[in-house]
């Protein structure tokens, strides 16, 4: 392959090749350079980018590969590489593979990070060329579970992800959920848990965004993707059922349709806000009296901690793991998938107990998903892998 194709656009938003090795007065001599792989950096992966830079607090800089058309999902692109991607498919991995070539060339980390299912493509490239830099693999939601129904793409897909994530020495899943998933099913590789963590709110946060026309009114919000997976389709037919009996209900949507399916038809009393600035969302969070989250799947939501940092509970669906996510009557309630078991626990919301629950959610952020916790376990675990004696071996 030719680094320097024309059909590969190479940019580096951080410092040159001789910069980004060379400790600078933040960056002491043993820095610990790691490069990030992500294919895309749309929805968790990204915003796990933003919450890997916690650890520079444990001597470790981190650089991130990612598409050209991802790089604005980025708070720091400080140390952001991009490659060009039109669109998605097979031309793209190969912009990928080009990218990554090029990249590991400039950084040489010293610890290779890759996320998501098609980063393990560049995964199956680094030991194909004899690499033996350590490598770390992160599915965020393994492949296999966004299928419900066993079928013989979801056998294909396991078995591929199953032995390709092995070539990695180490594996992070993001809740026990995916570790669950990858036990049952004997996935390669050596396999730990690092739950998804993010930073404190923002302190100038709003309480007061949405109207409130009696003290019983009950602001309800969702936050994702308007797709199959965060399951939009149950919520609204599960709020429409429910306003019948509580017309006190009014549900807030933050997020908008992707690929090719259109916008939803949103019964009374639904308000859609469209995608809102990372700097503004925790005032949503926190002007709602609680976030419902009906996803038929997921790896670790970060809407759910995004949430508990404002005190606000959580709805959450009893599907991967997310029951586990939740304290039943003190920091939220869980539900069965299904708009008649949703519907019937939203009709039953009393905003006074919702008002009780916001002091224990917010005490589970601070004790469970702090980037603090996450920081310190995450580091733990790559130290690890350079004091086994690994060297690096990238040329």
């Not at 610990?32 to 915003?47: D, F, K, M, S």
């Not at 009014?250 to 090719?260: I, N, W, Y």
């Not at 759910?304 to 586990?324: C, D, F, K, Q």
Request: charged share 20%; hydrophobic share 40%; proline share 6%.
């Amino acid at each position: 392959m030719d680094d320097s194709a024309t059909d590969v656009a190479l940019t580096a938003c951080a410092p040159s090749e001789e910069a980004a090795l060379t400790p600078t007065p933040t960056m002491s001599a043993e820095t610990l350079v790691i490069l990030n792989v992500c294919e895309t950096a749309q929805g968790g992966v990204g915003r796990y980018q933003d919450a890997l830079g916690a650890l520079s607090a444990h001597g470790f800089s981190c650089h991130v590969l990612l598409p050209d058309s991802d790089l604005e999902i980025l708070t720091d692109t400080s140390r952001a590489i991009t490659f060009s991607r039109p669109k998605r498919g097979p031309v793209a991995i190969l912009q990928l593979l080009r990218g990554f070539r090029a990249a590991r060339r400039r950084v040489r980390p010293h610890i290779y990070f890759f996320h998501s299912t098609f980063a393990l493509l560049p995964l199956l490239f680094l030991r194909l060329s004899r690499d033996k830099t350590p490598a770390v693999y992160c599915a965020h939601c393994w492949a296999a579970n966004t299928s419900v129904s066993e079928t013989l793409k979801k056998q294909i897909i396991r078995r591929i992800e199953g032995n390709l994530c092995g070539l990695a020495d180490l594996v992070v899943n993001v809740s026990h959920s995916d570790a669950e998933t990858a036990r049952q099913n004997k996935y390669r590789g050596r396999h730990v848990v690092v739950e998804n963590a993010v930073a404190p709110a923002a302190p100038d946060a709003r309480f007061d965004l949405f109207p409130r026309p009696t003290s019983d009114t009950i602001n309800l919000l969702f936050v994702g993707r308007f797709d199959q997976q965060k399951g939009l389709d149950i919520l609204l037919d599960a709020f429409r059922r429910a306003r019948i009996n509580n017309p006190d209900l009014a549900l807030h949507l933050v997020g908008e349709p992707v690929r090719s399916e259109g916008m939803p038809h949103l019964p009374a009393g639904v308000s859609h806000h469209g995608w809102i600035p990372s700097s503004q969302i925790d005032s949503f969070y926190r002007s709602a009296d609680a976030l419902v989250v009906p996803s038929r799947w997921e790896g670790l939501p970060l809407v759910i901690p995004e949430a508990y940092r404002n005190g606000t509970p959580v709805l959450a669906a009893r599907t991967s793991g997310m029951e586990h996510l939740v304290q039943q009557d003190q920091t939220g309630h869980i539900f069965d998938l299904a708009p008649t078991d949703l519907g019937e626990l939203l009709a039953s919301l009393d905003r006074k107990h919702l008002v009780d629950m916001r002091p224990n959610a917010l005490a589970l952020y601070r004790d469970r998903f702090s980037l603090d916790r996450f920081s310190r376990e995450l580091a733990s675990h790559l130290l690890g892998l350079v004091s086994n004696g690994k060297a690096r071996t990238s040329s």
